[in-house]
């Protein structure tokens, strides 16, 4: 958690206290390691002058010691004994530690060990060298610090030399033994030989004036370590701020004028160094920034320039359009009139008795171009009230089954014509439909004329009918030529039919009849009933067109594009109950 914790830190403070903290951690771990080893070196040198300074005063003491013996002058022991107490004043103790057979006249002369430890070294003195045929010596000193560290003890073994031996310790032998010399100390109970223990000499060395010198020195060396790093700090603070932040801060100061709009300001830095590069780099920079946004600028006028004229242009095809829908609509009107008076007129003149044969099927040929004509213009007006916002939807309740097997029945002498097979599935037990039944037999009648124009002979044509989570399924197949994918993504559009109608693949060179504004009109009547009409389909094998309304119809809200309720049924013309045609 903390290695996270800590660049995150410094990634929020700037670059001078960042740079500062890390090269004062730096140089804080770099004093300390020095120091320390500096401390161990001269630890174990200043140490390391106790054992000889003991051995020197070893020397002292045996030369007291012997002055003490041999000297026969009576006026002169009492300067020996003042120089032993001058001597005895250079802050150090020593006394002789005997061996454990030494005898002497007065007991009290015998040096014994003053605890377990001296008597254990005193043994290890005595014994011979472990493996003397490799070069190994006998044990010569020991030395330990007592007193919890304020004493120096040092302790030397005395062995006896060819001189000892011959001048200062010969031994006289007597009966039972040899002769203790007067007033002294007889060594060892045998005779001595070249480097036996004599004696051991203990040296006792106050340890505290060394450890006040080393805790002085180490004072004045964690004092010498935080005036350097404090100096090194400042130097370094110096470098930081002059050479590095003050750029830095010129840069970032030419970036927030250049930000605010002063955009004919530059950086100028003359450090001869990296810094003097990125300046120019910056000034490059800024030079291609403004070249681009002057480009960029004269663009987007030209692109506004375009858009005012794309804008003129879309107002005059959008009244275009308005002004043909609505021609289209008025002339569909007047159309229909004169139509149905030529359809009516047809029916009253193949009601007369004396027409023969040929006249009668001139007659069927008028009333059923007729009728092709009038779905086309069915169709074109219904289009043209749709894309004007015109169209009223009239919701009422009614029986969709019904419904449904009306349209086939009417649709079904075109398949047997046709030898079509129309099947019809329904759901049975269906509520009534809150819709627009005209509307709703309008997009069946569609459905199933593009059915039957598409299938050819002997094919099968199946209507089913469902409510499914409160819509009307309502699905349309057959077995006809079937829909290229890319087809189905137009077949849609306005006056459009799939480009598998005619080997040339052109979508407005039609092998079959029709305005081509079925399906457009489907999609559309869809959209305005709240529902949508999809396609499924495979070349050379069949479609189905699937219709999903809504059960119950709801009028729409404010700006939603569906149509508008009148709140009565449509009026129907004579001929409009039977729009089934190949007009479509």
């Known amino acids: 958690m903390a290695g996270r914790v800590l660049p995150r830190g410094l990634g929020e403070t700037s670059l001078e206290i960042k740079c500062l903290l890390l090269f004062g951690i730096s140089i804080a771990v770099v004093i300390a390691v020095s120091f320390f080893l500096y401390w161990q070196i ?15 005063l070893v020397d002292q003491v045996m030369l007291i ?3 003490e013996r041999l000297e026969t002058n009576e006026h002169f022991l009492p300067y020996i004994e003042h120089l032993t107490k001058n001597l005895s004043n250079q802050q150090y103790t020593w006394r002789v530690i005997h061996r454990p057979d030494a005898k002497a006249a007065d007991p009290q002369l015998i040096g014994k060990p003053n605890d377990q430890f001296e008597a254990e070294l005193v043994e290890r003195f005595l014994r011979p060298a472990t493996r003397p045929e ?25 062995r006896a030399q060819a001189s000892c031996l011959t001048l200062c310790h010969r031994t006289f032998p007597q009966a039972g033994g040899f002769e203790v010399p007067v007033g002294g100390v007889l060594l060892a109970s045998e005779p001595l030989q070249e480097g036996d223990l004599m004696a051991v000499v203990q040296v006792t060395i106050p340890n505290g004036p060394t450890q006040a010198a080393v805790t002085e020195t180490w004072n004045w060396l964690f004092a010498i370590s935080i005036v350097t790093a404090f100096l090194a700090l400042v130097a370094f ?6 050479v590095i932040i003050r750029p830095l801060r010129h840069l970032r100061d030419v970036s927030e004028a250049i930000s605010q709009g002063n955009i004919e ?5 003359h450090t001869g160094d990296e810094f003097e590069t990125l300046a120019d780099a910056f000034n490059c920079m800024l030079h291609h920034l403004i070249t681009t946004q002057d480009e960029l600028r004269q663009v987007n006028a030209d692109l506004d320039a375009k858009l005012d004229q ?3 242009l879309n107002m005059r095809l959008y009244e275009m359009n308005r002004v043909k829908s609505e021609f289209m609509a008025t002339m569909s009107h007047e159309l229909r009139t004169p139509l149905n008076s030529i359809l009516g007129f047809s029916e009253v003149l193949a009601s007369a008795p004396n027409l023969d044969e040929r006249q009668r099927r001139f007659v069927g040929n008028i009333q059923k171009a007729g009728r092709m004509l009038l779905e086309m213009i069915n169709n074109i007006l219904d289009l043209a009230k749709i894309e004007s916002g015109r169209m ?3 919701p009422i309740e009614f029986d969709v089954g019904q419904m449904i097997l009306a349209e086939c029945d009417l649709a079904r002498p075109l398949s047997e014509k046709k030898k079509l097979e129309l099947q019809v599935d329904i759901q049975p037990h269906l509520p009534p439909m809150f819709q627009d039944e005209y509307r709703l037999r309008q997009i069946l009648n569609n459905l199933l004329s593009n059915a039957i124009k598409f299938t050819p002979e002997g094919g099968r044509i199946k209507v089913s009918a469902r409510k499914d989570d409160g819509y009307l399924v309502l699905q349309v197949s057959d077995t006809g030529v079937g829909i290229s994918e890319e087809d189905q993504q137009i077949i849609f559009e306005k006056f459009r039919q799939g480009r598998t109608a005619m080997p040339s693949g052109d979508p407005f060179t039609r092998e079959h009849s029709g305005s081509g504004l079925g399906l457009s009109i489907v999609k559309e009547l869809c959209r305005l009933m709240g529902g949508d009409v999809s396609v499924q389909s495979q070349l050379g094998v069949g479609s189905t067109f699937t219709v999903r309304i809504p059960w119950h119809w709801e009028k729409p809200v404010v700006g939603e594009p569906r149509g508008e309720w009148s709140g009565e049924a449509p009026a129907r013309t ?7 045609g190949f007009a479509s």
């Open 42 to 56: 001269t630890g174990d040198v200043v140490y390391g002058q106790n054992p000889t300074k003991a051995r020197l």
């Open 237 to 242: 603070y110096v470098v930081i701020r002059y």
């Open 574 to 580: 004579q001929t409009e109950p039977s729009r089934i």
């Open 392 to 394: 009223e939807l009239r």
């Open 310 to 312: 794309l804008a003129q």
């Open 65 to 67: 010691k012997h002055w």
């Open 134 to 158: 490799e070069g190994d010596s006998p044990l010569e000193y020991v030395d330990r610090y007592a007193n919890n560290g304020l004493e120096y003890q040092y302790y030397q073994a005395i």
């Open 265 to 269: 300001l530059r950086a100028e830095l």
